[in-house]
Every structure is written in structure tokens, then in C-alpha cells.
């Protein structure tokens, strides 16, 4: 493909919903001219499709313990560097309580793979946070059956966050050993079929992956029709045994990426990861201007927060919730964008009333 012009870019992702992987592997090579025109079609796309408001999606990292030993990742469980701790539920409850106050509309459960959080107790949870506060609810703490899905749909929560990490099935089965790839996928499909928003995505720059790997990532990550698409980069941790995996040479690969995520899903929440901000100093602002309409800011209590680095780098760690939000929102602002003051609900219609129907995952 040679003619990168946002005019073209935007009738392409207007009429095909998708795009050949070899396009996508010459967007990703995309330079100068080429490189400001993708990021400018993204821009437009998003401003078009889902407006000018910026969601902020406050992340509580409520227990750090996980069975899991994914070969990247900082509270892996076989890291005995790091010092593990699970927040009371009441204290989880009363962070999203402020959340409220803190201007967001929607707070994410993060946790590893955690037992001590059983269903029961992550609905009484729920519940409490639904009783005390308006904000929506996204669970992202690993695989539960089917029945637990359902038990948390009935106890208010809506919306999950399940990531496939990469399409590559042998590649996932190198770096999460204790996990399957059609297990993530199947849960996926569980959460929607119990009526949930759904959010998953991958990480960008895995050792091994070849850019044709990432347009089959980006290529399956629309085709799920997700709700809500998180791509962040892959960042290895000191202490595990994928640490030292260099970065990308091309480190504008990683927007790239987002960039094509929006052109190819106009409809999606798009957050400006965390990870970016690791990356390079301002990159979840940059990402605000080339198709994300999502903030994350870390509402995880301070003592905790040094405690939960899945990468190295990551930013706030010596802030608190209310510091996080106050200085996202001037961020965001200072963009020219607005604060989202609805709960964001998924840009999808159909995908709020009726649960989709079981489709080819390729499973
Ligand atoms: S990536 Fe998630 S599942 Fe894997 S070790 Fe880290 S917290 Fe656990």
C-alpha cells in the first residue's frame, strides 16, 4: 500500500472493517508523511465515531498474589522478590467510593490469579461498591467458570477484561505456561454470553514476533468485536526470565499499533495503557491524539502500589488515588479533550442488550 493519506485511511476502515495483514505490516513500517497521516486519520476517526470525551477508568490493584508464573511478569508467582498483599474488601469498597469523587465514572478490580478472592467474595464486593457509589464495574482478575461469571453479572458488574496477549498459540504457550490460549478465549466467550462488556487485547513487541505476528494479533483483536481493546507494550521484568528482552529498535511501533486499532475498530474504548507511560515520558498523551479515548489513572492505595509492577518503570508509584486522578484530568484537558462524565458504556448497542451469539473464534 502507498497512498497513506487519512482520506484514503478512513474510507478504508469505513467500508472493510479490516484490512490485508500485509497492509497492516506496511502501515506499521509507515515513516515521515506516511506516519503523521496514520496518526492524523486515527485522530479524526475517533473524534468522529466517539466524540471528543476521554473516559477515566480508575485501575484498584487489589491483591498482588497470582498462581501464575507468566515468564514476564513482576508478581509472577514464582518471584519471591516481591512482597505480596491482598486489600481488605471494605478497603477496596471505600477506593471505589472515591472514585466517585475523584471524577470517575468506572473503576477495574485488577488482581493475579487469586484464590483468596472467591466469587462469593468478589460479589460481596461488587454489591458493596454498587450500594455506596454510581460507578461501573470491570473485573479483570484471570479465568473464572462460567456459573462465576454468571454470579458476578448478577451481582452488578458488566464489564470484564480478559487478555489474549497474543494470537500466537505457541508463542503463549512459551511465555504462560500455566494457561491455554483457547482457555482465555473460551472464558472471553463465557463473559459475553453472561451479558458482560467485553475487553481484552495484547501486548505489543513480544520476543520472537515478527511485525506480521503483531498484524495477526491486531487482525484478531477485531475480530473478537470487543467493547473495550488494551494494547500495551511488552516490557519484561528485572526478576523474571524473559528480563532484558530488548524493546522494539522502531519504538514508534507501539503507537502505530494503536493507531491501527482505532482505524479498524471506530467503535471501541481505546485506553491509553499505563505501559506507554514507561515507555517513553508522555506517551499516554501522545496516544490521546491518535485514537484513544481512555485514561487509566492508579487509584491503588500508595502502600501498595510499588508492590504490583507486572514491568519495570512503572509511573505514580509515590502517588495517591487523588494526586492520580487530579493530574489525568489536567492531562487530558490540557489536550483540549473533555472528561467523559457518563460511565462510558460500550459504544456497541447490541453488545448492551443482547449478549452475542457464540461465534467462530477461531477455536
Ligand atoms: S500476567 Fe497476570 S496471570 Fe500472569 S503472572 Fe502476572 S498477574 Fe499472574
Request: with cysteine; proline share 6%.
Amino acid at each position: 500500500m502507498t497512498d497513506f493519506s487519512p482520506q484514503r485511511l478512513h474510507r478504508l476502515a469505513d467500508e472493510r472493517h479490516t484490512l490485508a495483514p500485509a497492509e497492516i505490516v506496511a502501515l506499521l513500517h509507515a515513516q515521515d508523511h506516511d506516519l503523521k497521516a496514520l496518526y492524523a486519520a486515527a485522530d479524526a476517526l475517533r473524534r468522529e465515531k466517539v466524540g471528543d470525551n476521554v473516559f477515566l477508568r480508575g485501575i484498584i490493584e487489589f491483591s498482588n498474589y497470582c498462581l501464575n508464573d507468566c515468564a514476564y511478569c513482576g508478581i509472577r508467582a514464582g518471584n519471591q522478590a516481591v512482597s505480596r498483599y491482598r486489600m481488605p474488601p471494605e478497603e477496596i469498597i471505600a477506593r471505589a467510593e472515591h472514585a466517585d469523587r475523584w471524577g470517575c465514572t468506572s473503576v477495574v478490580l485488577q488482581s493475579g490469579e487469586d484464590p483468596w478472592f472467591t466469587t462469593p467474595r468478589l460479589c460481596e464486593i461488587i454489591t458493596g461498591i454498587k450500594r455506596r457509589s454510581a460507578v461501573a464495574v470491570t473485573i479483570s482478575v484471570g479465568i473464572r467458570s462460567p456459573a462465576e461469571i454468571r454470579e458476578l453479572r448478577a451481582a452488578g458488574c458488566a464489564r470484564c477484561l480478559v487478555r489474549f496477549e497474543t494470537s500466537d498459540r505457541e508463542l503463549f504457550a512459551r511465555i504462560h505456561p500455566d494457561e491455554t490460549f483457547e482457555r482465555r478465549i473460551q472464558c472471553l466467550r463465557d463473559f459475553r454470553a453472561a451479558g458482560f462488556q467485553t475487553g481484552s487485547g495484547f501486548m505489543i513487541g513480544l520476543p520472537d514476533a515478527p511485525l506480521e505476528t503483531l498484524a495477526a494479533d491486531i487482525l484478531y483483536a477485531t475480530r473478537l468485536d470487543l467493547d473495550m481493546i488494551g494494547c500495551g507494550p511488552f516490557i519484561a521484568h528485572a526478576d523474571t526470565p524473559l528480563a532484558g528482552t530488548p524493546l522494539l529498535a522502531d519504538r514508534e511501533i507501539y503507537f502505530k499499533t494503536i493507531a491501527i486499532m482505532r482505524l479498524l475498530n471506530p467503535l471501541v474504548h481505546l485506553p491509553a495503557t499505563t505501559a506507554f507511560d514507561a515507555l517513553v515520558r508522555g506517551g499516554r498523551d501522545r496516544l490521546l491524539q491518535m485514537g484513544c479515548n481512555v485514561f487509566m489513572p492508579n487509584l491503588t492505595p500508595g502502600q501498595y502500589r510499588a508492590q504490583y509492577q507486572l514491568y519495570p518503570g512503572k509511573p505514580c508509584l509515590d502517588e495517591d488515588g487523588a494526586a492520580c486522578a487530579a493530574c489525568v484530568m489536567k492531562r487530558v484537558e490540557k489536550l483540549g479533550r473533555l472528561i467523559g462524565r457518563s460511565p462510558g458504556h460500550s459504544f456497541k448497542p447490541a453488545n448492551l442488550s443482547h449478549p452475542a451469539p457464540d461465534d467462530d473464534l477461531g477455536l
